[in-house]
């Protein structure tokens, strides 16, 4: 019965309730700190509904358009997570734009409703409408500002995503007309019964997935489709930038892998197929990402590119998803553990750079000579963060880092873990610059940097995860084989 | 003659070309959101159109360009505000003079 599913949405609806009641409180409250909270409530909710939701048979509702299964209410909380440090971490950014505050916070919460309802679908015409649910959302985040940078982000992020979302389309109405139906399990059978050969005897299958590839490549940032993201990043609010590296990223992995591994995966030879364009891609994007990094003077734009190299790195568990072709999931929850630490790595440092960059009025990293006697909480946070990103113990990047790449040489992919690696040495340098102009630097003066107590409750929030997912990661490594176990079946 | 589902795929393929021509050579942002439309309408010929010859007892394709339609006008809406911001700014709508921000 239709009407008792909607119970499975609750999340979603708790959240679009508050992104409405936020938008109407916009109009009769003075003191707008009081969106935030509510915002921030509003996330709470909707992650204690998703917990109930945990645990259950995996179903399908809604006419087999969303599945509710342990993968999607993983990456449930994930974004909720994400959305509800952003929330905290914007505290000391939203004065900004102080007359906007209550869309800000709608908006937020509505992208979050999208890339929410996004892991969750299993239907390509439910794909494309929770993609473009986050990522219109994410177009107005980005010129917020309303400045000349500001505004040539949201731009350029528009006109780029338009263009990407049409290819996708195209992919989407070529398997649409290959299969005969939208559904991504029933795509599954058509597609084993159609390719007994691999994917070069089926050109139109061929052109359906290097399309599809293609569009949700943009969301992830893999090469050749990475060029938006250094200048989106620039441009864009930083609280926005932390939301785009890492709830969008997630959600374009959350949709590669349930659209591959479901709809693509039933036949081995095909899902090699893809597994190998994967790791084509996974090598140029991680190669490329940290390269160019390596002469960034800006942090914003330096992590733009150190998050195109770690969707290199995410990459290599999509490649072991197809290798394996379903033998086992080590490659989706060597991913999984991944996104997890990515997230709370690169939130934490997102947000003490939105803090140093208020004080400095810029985002140069050359300006941030001596801030480990400016800030000296924000300092070591960011350093240990950074850390983190390049993969040093005892930190979660290193546990996230051996897992994925642990998997892809189970499977016989011990070339691209060698670049991988290599690629992982390269990173050290511009990391470490940072972290070396913090702390040898020397400050242009010596006045405090200021933060909220809800930022630095974010920070701490972050650094705290981020140990706790490198000391004993054991219990967050069963949770994402958990939710890879069912992932789609 | 008549007119089968090659016919359509053909004119699909052709009108996402011209499309996809337009984006790169454009270098009005207004004509280039013109030309994202036309992508897009080219997507929905193919769906429509293959929905009409591969299953034709059932909706799914007219139904997915239907929704196509709906979010490719909250896209230009969107778009079109951020043009007008940008515009305001600058006093230009040419995609050459953004350039702010590179490498």
Known sequence: MLLDEIRFLAPELALLATALAVVLLDLFVKRKKVLAGVSFLGVLLAAGLSMMLWGGEPISVFYDVLWIDPFAVFFKFLFLAAAGLVVLCS???????????????????????GVMLLAATADLIAVYVALELSSISLYALAAFLKDEKSTEAGLKYLLLGAIASAVLLYGMALTFGLTGTTKLASIAQTVTALTTSGLAQNPALLVAIVLLVAGFGFKIASFPFHMWVPDVYEGAPTPITAYLSVASKAAGFAIILRVFSVAFGSSALLSTNWGILFAVLSALTMTIGNVIALWQRNIKRLLGYSSIAQAGYLMVGLATVGIAAGIDKLGQSGLLFFLVSYTVTNLGAFSAVIAISNKVGSDLIDDYAGMGKRAPVLAPALTFCLVSLIGLPP???????????????????????????????????????VVKVMWLGAPVSLERVPSSWALRAAVLVCCLLVLVLGIVPSSFIRLAELAAWTLGF | ???????????????????????????N????????????????????????YVVPALLTGQIFAVFVILVAAAEVAVGIAIVFAIYRKRQSVNINDFDLMKW
């Open chain 1, 395 to 433: 930190t979660a990047g290193l546990i996230a880092k051996v897992y994925i790449f642990s998997a892809a040489v189970q499977h016989g992919l011990l070339g691209l873990v060698i670049v991988a690696v290599i690629n992982t040495c390269i990173s050290a340098y511009y990391y470490l610059k």
């Open chain 1, 91 to 113: 505290q000391d950014y939203v004065s900004k734009f102080e007359k906007f505050q209550g869309e800000y916070y709608a908006l937020v919460l509505i992208a979050t409703v």
């Open chain 2, 29 to 52: 942002v207004v004509v280039i959101l013109m030309c994202v439309e036309i992508m897009l309408n080219a997507t929905n010929v193919a769906l429509v159109a293959l929905s009409r």
């Open chain 2, 1 to 27: 003659m008549t007119v089968g589902l090659v016919h359509y795929l053909l004119l699909s393929g052709v009108l996402f070309s011209i499309g996809l021509y337009g984006v790169l050579a454009k270098r």
